[in-house]
């Protein structure tokens, strides 16, 4: 089982609470944990603004959701 800390906030409390379940879960034998943090991953910090039919640009430059017909 994967365990994700999603959040890469400063102050975040993610981390306490994946550690904490990997302690509770870590004894039980019919499961593999992994505690994957997302603070220590590689990823880009803002992806490319890619417009999609049902995504338009907003005049900010974010993606907003266009109306539904």
């Known amino acids: 089982m994967a365990i994700i800390v999603g959040s890469t906030r400063e102050g975040r409390f993610g981390g306490t609470v994946a550690n904490w379940f990997a302690a509770q879960a870590g004894p039980r034998?019919?499961?593999?944990?992994?505690?994957?943090?997302?603070?220590?991953?590689d990823l880009p910090m803002v992806r490319p603004l890619v417009a999609t039919p049902r995504r338009r640009p907003t005049s900010s430059g974010s993606v907003g959701r266009t109306p539904s017909s």
């Open 29 to 41: 034998d019919d499961m593999v944990l992994d505690v994957i943090d997302l603070v220590d991953v």
